[in-house]
């Protein structure tokens, strides 16, 4: 991202990167080859338990014009379109998915030195419109993200976010659930030349008065390999680590254990994805 404050969805971004990002419990695997004439083609394969998922992603890209097909092992299409800048600093995105009749969705994007403002409208008679903009600077920005579905007449987001940032450091709150769960986050960057970081987040819920707290950690062992680590307050403990074998290439594996029930069998997840 460049200066300015970005979007809304970029609001406590770094911290739930670091808390949440390549953990998983599944076994993943993804290879990216390339034809001659540029097409990437992605296939991806997961083991949730029992159960096998796969699709297949290509990706043609001419000019700015970037074109995305999947296909799942559901037999669902999914396809979009990505028109980068067609004026400065605006991206225009179209996407549906076949067989769902009423997927279409048109989406703008601006970003602005000052602001950042995303809008999409459904492709239906009676569409979902939502709104997001984001106004500030590259230290404070505060922002609002809303969808109103116009078939019932009602706001089904209503999500308001603050974010601050320093050299090292990225403090944000935001309030979620039409006004019902507000979360509290913070990143630091503790030594740059390890990636060293640590993050954590604070999640309250009106309705129901529950605490969630979450901490973590990053540090790079060397250029190529990262280990991650989280915990929470309800025990849960969670580390993962991810070495990057060749050039975009990476191996990572995750396991998570619950501290207050370690009778059971720890998760383990593996993921590996294979770039030319």
Not at 18 to 35: E, I, S
């Amino acid at each position: 991202m460049g200066k300015g404050p970005g979007l809304y969805s970029d609001i406590g971004k770094k911290a739930r990167d670091l808390l949440y990002k390549d953990y998983q419990a599944d076994h993943k695997f993804t290879v990216t080859t390339y034809t001659s004439n540029g097409v990437a083609i992605t296939s991806t394969g997961i083991r949730k338990g029992e159960l096998l998922l796969a699709d297949v992603n290509t990706q043609l890209k001419n000019k700015n014009i970037t074109t995305d097909v999947k296909v799942d092992s559901r037999s669902n299409l999914f396809t979009t379109v990505t028109i980068d800048e067609p004026a400065p600093g605006l991206k225009t995105i179209f996407s549906f998915v076949v067989p769902d009749q009423k997927s279409g969705k048109v989406e703008l994007q601006y970003r602005h030195e000052y602001a950042g403002i995303s809008t999409g409208i459904g492709l239906t008679a009676k569409p979902l419109v939502s709104f997001s903009g984001v106004i500030g600077n590259d230290c404070v920005s505060v922002g609002t993200d809303l969808s109103f579905d116009t078939a019932s007449g009602n706001f089904i987001k209503l999500n308001a976010g603050l974010n601050i940032t320093h050299s090292d450091l990225v403090a944000s709150m935001t309030l979620n659930d039409k006004g019902d769960t507000f979360t509290a986050s913070y990143y630091h960057i503790v030594s740059p030349l390890t990636n060293t970081a640590v993050g954590a987040e604070l999640t309250h819920s009106f309705s129901s008065n529950e605490n969630t707290l979450t901490i973590g950690t990053q540090h790079a062992l060397d250029p190529l390999t990262t280990v991650k680590a989280r915990m929470n307050n309800y025990g849960r403990a969670s580390a993962l680590i991810q070495h990057e074998w060749r050039p975009k290439s990476l191996f990572t594996i995750s396991g998570e254990v619950d501290t207050r029930a370690i009778e059971k069998s720890a998760k383990v997840g593996l993921a590996l994805a294979l770039k030319p």
